[in-house]
């Protein structure tokens, strides 16, 4: 059975830095590329970083570019996401999931894999002015 456990989430002021945590249990991620997602209270789900689990390549939304850094723990199937110099605006649920990164412009696009169905309860991250 597929665990999805995301943590690490709070209260914090604007400029004071978390890390979150995605710990996944009953599914090998070797082979996934995977990421952050987010959504605020009225908003659509938007993608914030990806990461190849075995390349290293990563991807990030243009909002979060330079602020924020995604990595991961092979030995402990855990996906990390390091916020630092967070805004009000970052200020939403935060979520784990297999990604695709695809080129819009000069930024990226981060989706969920279509047949991705192991949504945990997510992270709430709340950033104040």
């Known amino acids: 059975q597929v665990q999805v456990v995301e943590s690490g989430g709070g209260l914090v002021q604007a400029g004071e830095s978390l890390r979150l945590s995605c710990t996944v249990s009953?599914?090998?991620?070797?082979?996934?590329?995977m990421g952050w997602f987010r959504q605020a209270p009225g908003e659509g789900r938007e993608g914030v970083s990806c990461?190849?689990?075995?390349?290293?390549?990563?991807s990030y939304h243009d909002s979060v570019k330079g602020r924020f850094t995604i990595s991961r723990d092979n030995a402990k199937n855990t996906l990390y996401l390091q916020m630092n110099s967070p805004k009000p605006e970052d200020t939403a649920m935060y979520y784990c999931?297999?990604?695709?990164?695809?080129?819009?412009?000069?930024?990226?696009?981060?989706?969920?894999?279509?047949?991705?169905?192991?949504w945990g309860q997510g992270t709430q991250v709340t950033v104040s002015s």
């Open positions: 999931a297999t990604c695709f990164s695809s080129v819009q412009g000069t930024g990226w696009v981060i989706t969920p894999r279509p047949d991705f169905r192991y």
């Open positions: 009953g599914l090998t991620l070797d082979n996934y590329a």
């Open positions: 990461t190849r689990w075995n390349s290293g390549f990563t």
